[in-house]
């Protein structure tokens, strides 16, 4: 459509009396909200409907109460739990439980799918026995204390969350009060009656009006004639602005804060009453379906919907979707409440091709012999005189106060009160070409293109300029002028008198009804039927919008510009509103939104109102107000599988029970399809999406695990908090950790077991190598004890010759004794492998008494032994000492003459298990000593025999660490001085046993 600039908005004036006086009928006001039935599964009879926390639908009908999650409905009634089925009001108190009242009277709850009936005090029974005294509604208030409002007065229990005991709440007038109002927690308000003064009465009902506890209270007397209707044709409401609602029949009383109260009249009783989220209000009607007014000042035209329905119960849910329940059809859903559906009248009730806003009317054709005017006030119905009658409208275009209808088999003007018409352009009859759209150019001057040519408009007549190289299907003119032509073979434009073929591609082909649109900044925007839309912008595509960008479908044959620049445009999938500010970002509405259909046709935009064209009729929106559903959906598990098999209250399972099926739900009631992310917290954690509400993991290892959940709707919002299920897979008993450790204990022991068996062979065959190489050393310490004694021997034998040859046979008999002594105590240590160190010092002294002798007491000996040293209990070798003292007495100090007194001196000392042995003489020193040695020709085997008894000595464990160290004794001028000799011997007893 294109309206052109230049057209005169003055000639509106009194168009609403001329087309009362030209064309058929005014049609009575037909917008109504696009409700849903949900079917006949609940009950057709329904009394109160309720959305609870947890999101869940409820509502209370004649056959029992019912709990709804967008797919299945959950009813309680005589079959499990309740005792009566008829359940009228329903209350969600702040712990979770689900009020209601029957019609017998009885007051129960529902608290995690069990019916409970609380126990009441006797006198609230008597009252409400067998429905005696009719609950008018149920509220519990901030505290916890139950109100129950009756035909009988109100009561209230007189402790919180317990409802055993119940009280009568008197007002302060209650002798003359035939109505009480109360408002609790300044949010609530109920009403009682006075049944006594109902009675009485036969001039009016006299109100006691109670705010906020008594905050404020006041009476309000006013008469009305009951005109034998019941009393309890009742309802009230507390309006955001501070106002109260009074229904009594086909009456609205509105009582200020101050007490004054105007009365609205309406064409049916009031039955219920809501004020919605935005502060809508909604009365439900006795017959006469649902009123609407947008705010609470109640005035303007009310949408009025559900027309001959007795609506009983309304609520907005957290979707902000309408549910009503109805005493005849059960409940109805709508998705939203800023839809408006005009599908309920003849003209706008098909398919809607062609839709165009005139003078703020909107001008509709479905394939039928007339056009309709839709304004504020109501539909007219317009046909064209008999002369000009046509079959359809493909376009309506507007020239200044000129209006033309493009469709077959005319092109038709008229003006824009619709009151003249002419043909301006005749389809043949035999070619059927009727002329496809027209458009209008800065100079009004018209173009339109048919099957095969492009025609334009010569005085009033349109005539042929150009055959099409192509088949035509669609036009339109720039407002710089530019026109450009959709046809089968691709998208052309039209500069002087040719043709330039602009399609991004060779298959590109336009069909009846793709649009184009320019924007703010001038851009042309190009609606095809596969390939999404194409923007232009001097004759090149500077962007291409399709489903991957976020378009509804690829599919497109509608596009209209808001006033903010945003564009919207019509699929086969419903509406998609591009951003023009925002990088062309892309919001999707459908029937989930509140649309009619998805198959979009036509749409047109006046302001904030976005008319919408579909195969199943025309709906208004209001295209602020159309919003995404950013309500995140509530989310739970409803049932969990462990090999198939339903469990309950358990989080442990065996380690072959591991595969598990979720059953899972989110509470989205705009699309009943809700998609699902989850995952396995100890198995991964990325997300995984699924399709299905059954969720199947298998083949679970042993473990701990945390399954999340979450919904997401049909705007692609997810749940902000998952619903979760801890469990652990446990290990298999061969894996826990008892039996790891009784494995390792056996294993363990196993091993230590053979360890400890091969050690004792080791140790076996080590002992019996040991005992062999202990053998063997003693033979060894032997065959040296035995060259040993003969060197000693030989030794003294000299010694005494020496004596003899020297004449000298007292010292030869003294020494003869000495030396038979020693002999005798050298032979019986030989026997022992080890002697004690008193008869090693034992033996050394009579030995070096025997050399001083021998030699003149030409030197002195010292012997130093410490005090702590136990001599008789410390052990080691026999003969051990003494020839490192031979070797310092013939080598040491012989050699010394006249130089000076040889000393010879030995000393033990103790060092914790180690034994110290010092010989040190003042002789000669190790190099001259060799020399003496070498000059005399002896030659000193003893020590030689020694040091080998002590390397025999460190394979045995006992003197492993035995060691034999010489140091050379020199003076300040380097000159010897004499030698020590270090010997450390392991000074524990060493027992060996007898050889």
Known sequence: MKISKYRLSSIVKGVSIIIFLLFLSLQSFAQQFNFLHLGEASSSQCYCVLQDSKGYIWFSSEKGLYRYDGNAYKCFNNDNGLLHNSVFQLFEDHQGRILFNTLQGTVGYVYHDSVVYPKLNQKLELLLHHGSYIIYSLYVDDSGVLWIPTYHGLYRTVNPDDYSDAEFVKPNDADSSHVVLKVIDGKKTIYALNDAKFKQNNKGIRFHVSVNNGAKSFTIPYFIDLKGESASQFSTLLLNNGNLLWGNIDKLYIIQPNGQYTIKSFDGKIVNMYQDKSGGVWFGLLNKGLTYYKDASLTGTPLVSLQGISVSGIIEDKENGIWVSTLEKGVFHANSKYVIDYSNKDGLNDKVGAIAIINNKLLVNNHKDFVSVVSDTGIVKIVPSDSCKIEFVSA????????????????????????????????????????????????DKIYGVSYTYLWSTVKDSADTISKLPARGRCIFISKSGEIFIGTTKGLYKYVNNGYINISPKSDLSFENGQKFGE?????????????????????????????????????????????????????????????????????????????????????????????????????????????????????????????????????????????????????????????????????????????????????????????????????????????????????????????????????????????????????????????????????????????????????????????????????????????????????????????????????????????????????????????????????????????????????????????????????????????????????????????????????????????????????????????????????????????????????????????
């Open 396 to 443: 309506y275009n507007q020239i200044n106060d000129k209006l033309f209808i493009t469709g077959m088999p005319y092109v038709l003007q008229t003006d824009t009160v619709l009151k003249k018409w002419r043909i301006v352009y005749q389809t043949k009859s035999h070619l059927r070409a009727y002329m496809n759209e027209i458009s209008i150019s800065p100079q």
């Open 519 to 995: 924007d703010k900044n001038g851009n042309i925007w190009v609606t095809t039927y596969g390939n999404g839309i194409y923007i232009y912008s001097n004759d090149k595509i500077v962007r291409t919008i399709s489903t991957k960008d976020g378009l509804a479908s690829n599919y497109v044959k509608a596009i209209v510009f808001d006033n903010a620049g945003n564009a919207w445009a019509g699929t086969d999938n419903g509406i998609s509103k591009i951003s023009s500010i925002n990088n062309y970002s892309v919001q999707n509405f459908d029937v989930r939104h509140g649309l009619t259909s998805n198959q979009i046709l036509s749409l047109a935009i006046n302001g904030n109102k976005l008319w919408v064209g579909t195969d199943a009729g025309l709906c208004l929106i209001n295209a602020d107000q159309l919003k995404s559903n950013n309500t995140d959906p509530p989310v739970y598990i409803k049932a969990i599988y462990v090999n198939d098999s339903l469990i309950e209250h358990q989080e442990r399972f065996p380690y072959n029970y591991n595969n598990f099926r979720f059953k899972l739900q989110g509470l989205t009631f705009k699309d009943n399809k809700s998609r699902f992310k989850y995952r396995l917290i100890g198995s991964d954690t990325n997300w995984t999406i699924s399709e299905s509400p059954d969720v199947i993991i298998t083949n679970i290892l042993p473990g701990n695990y945390s399954f999340e959940v979450k919904a997401i709707n049909a705007d692609g919002l997810a749940s902000d908090k998952p619903a979760t299920f801890l469990f652990t897979v446990l290990n298999p008993f061969w894996r826990t950790w008892w039996f790891i450790l009784i494995e390792i204990l056996l294993v363990g022991g196993l091993i230590t077991f053979f360890i400890r068996l091969r050690l004792n062979v080791i140790k076996k065959k080590e002992e019996e190598k040991t005992g062999i190489n202990k053998m063997i050393t003693e033979y060894q310490m032997t065959a040296l004890r035995a060259q040993m004694n003969p060197h000693f021997v030989f030794n003294a034998i000299n010694s005494i010759q020496d004596f003899v040859l020297g004449n000298d046979p007292q010292k030869a008999y003294d020494y003869l004794t000495s030396f038979a002594k020693l002999i005798r105590m050298v032979l019986n240590n030989a026997k022992e492998k080890s002697i004690s160190l008193e008869t090693e010092l034992e033996t050394l002294d009579i030995y070096i008494k025997l050399e001083q002798l021998r030699f003149s007491n030409t030197f002195d000996f010292v012997l130093e032994v410490d005090e702590c040293i136990d001599q008789y209990t410390v052990q080691l070798p026999a003969m051990i000492i003494q020839p490192y003292i031979e070797n310092a007495i013939w080598h040491g100090l012989m050699p010394l003459g006249d130089l000076r007194k040889g000393v010879l001196k030995l000393s033990i000392k103790q060092n914790a298990d180690e034994l110290r042995i010092n010989v040190e003489d003042n002789g000669v020193g190790f190099a001259n000593m060799a020399g003496s040695i070498k000059t005399k020709g002896h030659k000193s085997i003893g020590m030689d025999l020694t040091v080998q008894r002590l390397g025999i000595l460190k394979n045995l464990p006992e003197y492993a660490s035995s060691s034999v160290t010489l140091y050379h004794l020199k003076d300040e001028n380097e000159n010897n001085t004499g030698t020590r000799v270090e010997i450390k011997i392991i000074n524990k007893p060493i027992e060996y046993g007898n050889s």
